[in-house]
C-alpha cells in the first residue's frame, strides 16, 4: 500500500470542506471494499478522510419513511426490528449479503459505493476501462461468469456486487447527499449508472459529495424474498439474485417490485415484469410470463450465458416463495 | 506381528487432540509466528508475463524507498551452489540436479507469477510498498497454458508412462455392454489456511535456521543442504505447527530459497509470507486431467474389460506424474485391463500432489462411470460393485494384507437408508427439490516407510517421545502419544510428544497416508524395547519383588511392572530408575517396513454415500447428509480419525461442487486466485457427515494394525455427488466442478 | 527510534499539517527538504536520520485497548489492525489466511463486535477495545467456546481456529446459534480448509444449549 494521509474529522462539517479541498481524498468508513482495493493497488488516495465517527448511525421512522444514517452498519440495519418486521426485504438482503464479520463493518453508504468485483478490474495487469480507461475490457471476451446480462457496453460488462442495493432499488429508496454547499436527493435507480462510455464512473455522485443517510417510504409489501443464487451456500457474490415484493389482496398483486443483482452495472429494475403482474392475480403462470417479460433484453458473453435461463428461473422462484408459494 | 493391542478395553474413545488447548488460545506457533529479533521483511516481485525474458529491472526508486535493505533479483543474487552442482569426481556419477525452478538464476520467465525479485526492508507495509515501485520490461514469447488447445502434445512423461495391459487391450469394446464416456477434473489449489511462510536466518556464513512451513522437516532440510552445499547439522529446520498443506508443503518451493537468499545479503533474518494469490502460482496444485474410461459387462454385470487413459499435465521445465490410472488395475476383479497415461508441458507452474492425489482423479472417472454402467445394466451400483470385488489382488497376483471393503458398503448402505430409495433417476421429491442418492468407493495404497524415533523415560514419571515429523492437521502428537501410551504403559498426560524440528531423530515427511503407520511403528518398537529394558532393570533391582521372576513373566500397566502371575506385585518405572540411580531411560531406534509389504497387496478403503437436493429450475446443489465407511484398519486416535474423514469429504464438497482454478489463456494468468472467487466450501455447504470405521486391524502392514486413511477420506468422494445428481436430475455431468450452469443448461 | 512526540490525528479537519507532510514525503532526499525543516534536516547527513524523519512523518498516535491493556502506539496509517497485532505486539493468535477479507482467519472482537482485522485500518480503531483469542480465556481458565472446540475436535490443523472461536463467541452472543442451520450460515465467513465445520456447529450448539454466559 503506498503511503497516503490519514484524518479524522470532528464533524459533517469538517469532512465535506476536508473532501472539498482535496480532490485526491476519499471518504473512509468500513474500510472493507477500499481497504482490500487499496492492498491491491486499484486504487491510490493520497489522502483518507476517515468518516467512521460521524453520527450518521441512526435507524428511524418518520413521516417519510425510514430514516437510515449513512454510517449504520449493515449488520444493525439488518437487525433492526422496525426493518426486519417492515422492511424484511432490506433485511433479507443484507443478510444474504458477506459474512457477519464484514456486515459488522461495512456501512450503508459504504455498501452503496462499493466497486465491482471483476476480477480484471482487481488486477492492475489486466485491461480494464474502469480501473484504466481506454485500457479495455478484459472480462469482454475474457473470464465473464460473473458478468452483466444487462445494460453492459463494448467497455465493460461489470456488475455492481452489492445484495442491499437491490432491495434499495426494489424499495423506491432514496438517497440523501450532502457537500459543503448544501443537501440534494437522489432516487435510488438513477444513483448508479451504466457503463456506456464511461465505466470509469460508477454513480453520479459528484466530488466533495457525502452520503448521509437513505430514506425508504413506507410501504405495504407485505410479501417478500431475497433470493440469491451463487456457487456456494453462503459467503459469495451473487451470480444472479432477485429482490421480489409483493402487495396481494384479493389474491391479486396490488403492488410489486422486482429488482435483480449480479446482471448488470447497477441494480437492475425489472420494471414491465412489475407492470404486467400489477393487477394480476398472484399465480405461478403469472409469475413465470413475468420472468419472461423481465429477461427479454437479456444479454451473454460466453460463460455468463447460463445467467438468462438462471434469473428466470431466479425471478419465478423469488415470486412464489414471496407469494408463499414455494 | 499381529499385537493388536487396541483390542483391550483400554482403547482411548475419543482422546481429546494433546495440542488442543495450544490451538484454542493461540498459542501454537505457526512458522510466520516465531519471534526473531531484528527480523526484517521480504516480499515477492512476480511476473506478470508468461513466457520470455526479462529485459530489464528498474529497481532504483525501491531501493531507495524508506526502510528498504535490499532488492534482490538475478541481477545480484547470490549463487545457489546447488542450482549448478559440481561434476562429481567419478565419471559414472550424474550430478545432482536441482528439481524445480531456479529462483533468480536468469532473466527467462517460465510462468506468470513467477518470482522475479524479493525486497527487503525493516517493516512489512514498508517492503509490500516498495515492491510495487520495482518495474520490469519483458521480451515475450508466445504462451501455452490451455490444455485443450495443446492435448496434441501429450506424450508420455520421459520418466516412465502408466502403460499397463493386463490380458486383452481394450476388450471392453466386445463386452454385451459397453460404456465410454469422458471426465475431466480441473485445475485444482490446496489452499490450506495458512500461507506458506519462511523466516530465513542465518547463524553463521554457512549454518542457517529457518522456520518454514514443510510437511517433511528432514526433506526440507535436505533441499537447503543441496542448495547451499551445506552439512547437516549446519542447516535446521523447525515446523513446530502447520496450518494446513494437503501436499502444498511436500517440497521446497522457490519462495523459500528466497527468502534464504535475502537473508544472506542483507544479513539479517527474513520473514517472507505468500499472499493468497502467489498460493495458486507457487505451490503446486492438482493438474488438469482429461481421463476416458471404456468399461465392457455381461449382462448380469460382470466387467470383462477396463481402459483407462488419462491426459494430464506438467510444467515446462519440470516432470510432474501421479498415478491417477492406477486405481483401474486392481479395485475390481477384471480379466482385462488396460492404462496409459501422458503429460502436456504448459507454460504454468509444476503441479504437486494434492490430497487423494492422482487416485483422487483417477476414482472421479472410474467410479462416475461404474455408476454409469450400473443404470445401463440396471443393477443396483452396490451391488454391481459387490459382483465384481476383487478378492485377492488382480494386479499384482497376491493376496491382500486385509480388507474389509465390503463392510464398507454394507455399515454405509444402511446408515443412509440406501436399498430404502428408489432407483430410478428423477424420480425422488422432497419439499420441492430433486432428490439424489449417489455412492463410490475409494482407495490409496497403505504404506509404511522408515522411521527413527527416541524415547526418554524421566525420573519424574514422564516419557518425552521425538521424531522429526510435522502435523499439518490430521493430529499426529494425538496419535503417537496414544500409540506410546498403549506400549509403554502410562497414562496419556505422562507423555510428551515432541516434533517439528530436523534436529529430532529423523522421521518421515507427511503424506501419502504414511505417518500414522510410518512413524507409529518406530513410536511402537522404541517403547516396547524401554518397557523390555525396564522388566530387566526391575528384575535386577536390589529391592525387585519379582523374586525368581522372568521377563516373560512380567507385564506393564498405568507406570509400573508387574507380574503377569499376581498382579499385585508391582514396581514404579519412578522407582526401578531410582534404585538403580538412572536419572532417565533413553532408547532409540529406526524402525524399518518389513518384508510384509512384498507378500500382500496392502489398501486402504472408503465408500461414500452423499444424499442431495439439487432445485429443480435454479439447479442449486444443497448436500443434505454424507456417511463415509473407511477400512483403514485399527483406529490409533478415535477423535482425530473421525475428523479426519469429515475434513476430506469436506474437500471432496468442494472438488465436487466448487472447486477449479481458471487461467485467462490471452494472459495465461489465474482469474480466481483469491478466496473470494476460487470457491472452497464454507459452513453452510457442509452437511452432518458421519464418519464409520470397520476399525479391524491390518495384520501385516505395522504393529499397530493402522492403515492410512487422509488419502481415502477424499478420494472417490466427488464420484458420488455426480452420481446422487445423475439420480437426482437424470443428467450425468462429468467435468468438474458440478456448477449449476451444468444442471440448467 | 521515534523519540518525538508524533502527532495526533487531526480532530479539526485541518489538514494543514498533513499538507506539509504531504510535499515532504514527496521530496526525495533529505536535503532538498531543507526549506521546510532545516533544523532536522541540518543533522540528516546519513540515511538512518532520513529514516528517522521518514518515520516520524509516517506515523500516527493511535489509543487502543487490547486484552484490557490500553496502549498508546505509533502507528503507520497503512498498517492494518492484523499487521498491527502480528507483527507490533506479536499477538500471533489473530492469523492472516488471505488478507482481503475473504477467509475470517483474521476475526477480533472491536468493542464487542466480531470484525476480520484484515480490512481494517489499525489507526481507524482509536478507542476501541479489541480482544483477540489471546485475551479470551480467563488466566488459566479456558474460555467455554474453547473448551468446546476442544471436546468436539473443532479444528484440525489449528490456523483457522482462533477466528473460528472469536466468531463463534459472537454467534452466540449475536443470538444467530438457534440451530445447526443458523450456526452454518453465521459462521460461514470463517472458512476451514481442513473441514471441521461440523465439529464447530457441535461445538457451538453445546456451549448454546449449556447456557453458560459467553
Known amino acids: 500500500m503506498i503511503p497516503f494521509e490519514y484524518i479524522r474529522p470532528s464533524g459533517q462539517k469538517a469532512a465535506l470542506d476536508a473532501i472539498a479541498k482535496d480532490a485526491s481524498a476519499q471518504f473512509i468508513a468500513g474500510g472493507t471494499n477500499l481497504v482490500d482495493l487499496m492492498k491491491k493497488g486499484v486504487v491510490s488516495p493520497q489522502k483518507l478522510i476517515d468518516i467512521g465517527k460521524l453520527p450518521l448511525k441512526e435507524i428511524k421512522e418518520a413521516n417519510t419513511g425510514l430514516h437510515i444514517g449513512a454510517l449504520a452498519l449493515n449488520s444493525d440495519v439488518a437487525e433492526n426490528e422496525i426493518v426486519k418486521t417492515k422492511y424484511s426485504l432490506l433485511s433479507q438482503a443484507l443478510y444474504a449479503g458477506a459474512s457477519a464479520q464484514l456486515r459488522n463493518m461495512a456501512t450503508v ?218 | 506381528m499381529g499385537n493388536h493391542f487396541f483390542d483391550k478395553a483400554t482403547m482411548p474413545a475419543g482422546q481429546d487432540r494433546v495440542d488442543g488447548r495450544a490451538k484454542v488460545t493461540g498459542t501454537a506457533r505457526f512458522a510466520a509466528e516465531h519471534p526473531v529479533p531484528e527480523l526484517t521483511y521480504g516480499v515477492l516481485v512476480c511476473s506478470t508475463i508468461t513466457k520470455g525474458h526479462i529485459k530489464s529491472l528498474d529497481t532504483k526508486a525501491a531501493e531507495k524507498a524508506a526502510g528498504v535493505l535490499a532488492v534482490l533479483s538475478h541481477l545480484n543474487s547470490p549463487k545457489v551452489p546447488g542450482f549448478d552442482p559440481p561434476k562429481p569426481a567419478n565419471k559414472d556419477e550424474k550430478p545432482r540436479a536441482w528439481d524445480g525452478l531456479k529462483v533468480f538464476y536468469s532473466d527467462k520467465i517460465y510462468f506468470n507469477g513467477q518470482p522475479i525479485a524479493v525486497v527487503v526492508a525493516d517493516t512489512y507495509e514498508r517492503a509490500l510498498y516498495a515492491a510495487t515501485l520495482v518495474k520490469a520490461e519483458y521480451i515475450k514469447e508466445p504462451h501455452q497454458t490451455d490444455f485443450n488447445a495443446n492435448i496434441k502434445q501429450a506424450a508420455s512423461p520421459k520418466g516412465g508412462g502408466d502403460d499397463y495391459t493386463r490380458g486383452e487391450a481394450n476388450a471392453w469394446k466386445k463386452a454385451p455392454v459397453t460404456l465410454e464416456a469422458e471426465y475431466i477434473v480441473p485445475f485444482e489449489v490446496h489452499n490450506p489456511m495458512e500461507l506458506h511462510a519462511i523466516i530465513a536466518v542465518w547463524e553463521a556464513e554457512d549454518k542457517i535456521t529457518v522456520y518454514d512451513k514443510t510437511q517433511g522437516p528432514k526433506d526440507t532440510q535436505q533441499s537447503i543442504m543441496q542448495a ?150 440396471n443393477i443396483d451400483p452396490v451391488e454391481l460393485r459387490l459382483r465384481n470385488y476383487a478378492e485377492t489382488d488382480p494386479q499384482r497376483n497376491l493376496p491382500w494384507s486385509s480388507k474389509y471393503l465390503k463392510e464398507c458398503y ?85 507423555i510428551k510428544f515432541e516434533l517439528g524440528s530436523s534436529s529430532l531423530p529423523p522421521g518421515p515427511t507427511q503424506g501419502g497416508s504414511g505417518t500414522t503407520s510410518t512413524l507409529g511403528s518406530a513410536v511402537h518398537e522404541v517403547c516396547v524395547e524401554l518397557t523390555n529394558q525396564l522388566k530387566q532393570l526391575a528384575l535386577s533391582a536390589g529391592n525387585s519383588p519379582f523374586k525368581n521372576a522372568k521377563p516373560e513373566g512380567l507385564a506393564v500397566e498405568n507406570g509400573n511392572v508387574l507380574l503377569v502371575a499376581d498382579r499385585n506385585i508391582k514396581m514404579s518405572y519412578v522407582d526401578i530408575l531410582k534404585q538403580h540411580n538412572k536419572p532417565e531411560l533413553e532408547f532409540m531406534k529406526e524402525s524399518n517396513a518389513g518384508e510384509e509389504q512384498k507378500k500382500y497387496s496392502m489398501y486402504s478403503y472408503s465408500v461414500h454415500f452423499t444424499k442431495l437436493h439439487v432445485h429443480p429450475s435454479t439447479g442449486v446443489i444443497t448436500i443434505k447428509k454424507v456417511v463415509t ?100 436430475t437424470g443428467k450425468r455431468i462429468r467435468d468438474l466442478p458440478i456448477t449449476l450452469d451444468k444442471i440448467i443448461s | ?97 488471505c488478507d482481503h477479507g475473504q477467509c475470517g482467519a483474521c476475526t477480533v472482537h472491536a468493542d464487542g463486535k466480531r470484525i476480520n482485522s484484515c480490512l481494517s485500518l489499525a489507526i481507524m480503531n482509536e478507542g476501541k477495545k479489541i480482544t483477540t483469542i489471546e485475551g479470551l480465556a480467563k488466566g488459566e481458565e479456558l474460555h467455554p467456546v474453547q473448551q468446546a472446540f476442544i471436546k468436539h475436535d473443532g479444528f484440525q490443523c489449528g490456523y483457522c481456529t482462533p477466528g473460528q472461536i472469536m466468531s463463534a463467541v459472537s454467534c452466540i452472543r449475536e443470538g444467530h446459534a438457534n440451530s445447526a442451520g443458523e450456526i452454518r450460515e453465521f459462521m460461514s465467513g470463517n472458512i476451514c480448509r481442513c473441514g471441521a465445520y461440523p465439529n464447530i456447529v457441535d461445538a457451538i450448539m453445546d456451549v448454546k444449549k449449556g447456557g453458560q454466559d459467553v
Not at chain 2, 424420480?427 to 527413527?452: I, P
Open chain 2, 228 to 377: 547451499f552445499n551445506l552439512p547437516e547439522k549446519n542447516v535446521q529446520v523447525v515446523t513446530e505447527y502447520v496450518g494446513g498443506a494437503f501436499g502444498s508443503a511436500l517440497r521446497t518451493w522457490p519462495h523459500e530459497i528466497a527468502a534464504m537468499l535475502a537473508a544472506k545479503k542483507v544479513n539479517k533474518p527474513v520473514k517472507l509470507v505468500l499472499g493468497r494469490d502467489n498460493m495458486f502460482t507457487l505451490v503446486g496444485y492438482r493438474p488438469y486431467t482429461i481421463q476416458k474410461i471404456g468399461l465392457g459387462a455381461t449382462e448380469d454385470g460382470k466387467l470383462t474389460g477396463i481402459t483407462h487413459t488419462a491426459i494430464s499435465q506438467t510444467s515446462s521445465y519440470e516432470e510432474f506424474t501421479e498415478g491417477a490410472v492406477g486405481v483401474s488395475k486392481f479395485l475390481y476383479a477384471c480379466p482385462n485391463v488396460n492404462t496409459s497415461y501422458k503429460l502436456i508441458p504448459l507454460d504454468i507452474g509444476t503441479p504437486t500432489w494434492m490430497r487423494g492425489p492422482g487416485e483422487a482423479t483417477g476414482c472421479f472417472a472410474l467410479e462416475s462411470a461404474l455408476d454409469e454402467l450400473s443404470y445401463k445394466l
Open chain 1, 109 to 326: 453508504g459504504g455498501n452503496i459505493m462499493q466497486r465491482t468485483r471483476c476480477t480484471y478490474f482487481y488486477d492492475t495487469t489486466m485491461p480494464c476501462n474502469k480501473r484504466k480507461p481506454g485500457s479495455g475490457c478484459g472480462a469482454l471476451k475474457g473470464y465473464n461468469r460473473m458478468h452483466a446480462i444487462f445494460g453492459a457496453s463494448e467497455n465493460c460488462i461489470a456488475v455492481h456486487p452489492s445484495d442491499m442495493c437491490v432491495a434499495l432499488t426494489a424499495l423506491n429508496a432514496t438517497i440523501l447527499v450532502s457537500n459543503n454547499k448544501g443537501e440534494r436527493k437522489i432516487p435510488f435507480g438513477e444513483f448508479h449508472r451504466l457503463p456506456g462510455d464511461h465505466p470509469e464512473t460508477d454513480n453520479t455522485l459528484q466530488k466533495g459529495e457525502l452520503i448521509t443517510a437513505i430514506i425508504i417510504p413506507e410501504n405495504n409489501l407485505q410479501h417478500s424474498c431475497y433470493l440469491k443464487i451463487r456457487d456456494r451456500a453462503s459467503y459469495a457474490f451473487a451470480l444472479v439474485s432477485v429482490a421480489a415484493a409483493l402487495e396481494i389482496a384479493d389474491g391479486k398483486t396490488k403492488d410489486v417490485r422486482l429488482a435483480m443483482g449480479g446482471v448488470a452495472h447497477k441494480p437492475w429494475r425489472l420494471t414491465d415484469a412489475e407492470k404486467f403482474l400489477k393487477g394480476k392475480p398472484a399465480t405461478e403462470n403469472n409469475f413465470q410470463q413475468a420472468a419472461q417479460i423481465a429477461i427479454k433484453g437479456a444479454k451473454g458473453y460466453g460463460n455468463n450465458n447460463f445467467k438468462i435461463k438462471l434469473a428466470s428461473a431466479a425471478i419465478t422462484e423469488a415470486l412464489n416463495k414471496a407469494a408463499g408459494k414455494a
Open chain 2, 410 to 494: 454394507q455399515m454405509g448402505a444402511e446408515k443412509i437408508g440406501w436399498f430404502q430409495r428408489n432407483r430410478n433417476p428423477r424420480s425422488m421429491q422432497e419439499d420441492g427439490m430433486l432428490v439424489g442418492y449417489g455412492m463410490s468407493t475409494g482407495v490409496f495404497g497403505a504404506f509404511r516407510w522408515n522411521a527413527t524415533a527416541k524415547g526418554i523415560f524421566h525420573a519424574d514419571g514422564t516419557l518425552t517421545v521425538q521424531s522429526a515429523v510435522s502435523d499439518m492437521g490430521p493430529g499426529t502428537s494425538t496419535s503417537m502419544v496414544n500409540i506410546a501410551s498403549e506400549a509403554f504403559g502410562l497414562p496419556h498426560d505422562k
Open chain 2, 629 to 728: 465407511a473407511g477400512d483403514a484398519g485399527k483406529i490409533v486416535s478415535e477423535k482425530t480419525a473421525r475428523s479426519q474423514m469429515i475434513g476430506g469429504v469436506t474437500g471432496g464438497i468442494g472438488m465436487a461442487l466448487t472447486e477449479e482454478g481458471i487461467i485467462d489463456h490471452r494472459y495465461g494468468r489465474y482469474v480466481n486466485n483469491n478466496l473470494a472467487d476460487y470457491h472452497v466450501p464454507v459452513n453452510a455447504d457442509v452437511p452432518e457427515i458421519e464418519a464409520l470405521f470397520v476399525n479391524r486391524p491390518d495384520p501385516y502392514l505395522n504393529p499397530m494394525g493402522a492403515k492410512g486413511m487422509g488419502e481415502i477420506a477424499l478420494i472417490g468422494y466427488a464420484a458420488s455427488v455426480a452420481n446422487a445428481v445423475y439420480h437426482a
Open chain 3, 1 to 97: 527510534m521515534n523519540t518525538q512526540k508524533p502527532r495526533q490525528a487531526s480532530e479539526n479537519g485541518s489538514d494543514g499539517f498533513n499538507a506539509s507532510r504531504r510535499d515532504f514525503l514527496k521530496l526525495s532526499s533529505a536535503v532538498a527538504a531543507a526549506s521546510i525543516t532545516p533544523s532536522v534536516v541540518t543533522k540528516a547527513a546519513d540515511k538512518k536520520v532520513d529514516e528517522r524523519i521518514a518515520d516520524y512523518f509516517e506515523k500516527m498516535t493511535l489509543n487502543i485497548e487490547v486484552n484490557g491493556t490500553a496502549q498508546q502506539l505509533q502507528v503507520e496509517p497503512r498498517v492494518t489492525l492484523l499487521d498491527l497485532l502480528r507483527e507490533q505486539l506479536h499477538l500471533t493468535g489473530t492469523k492472516k489466511g
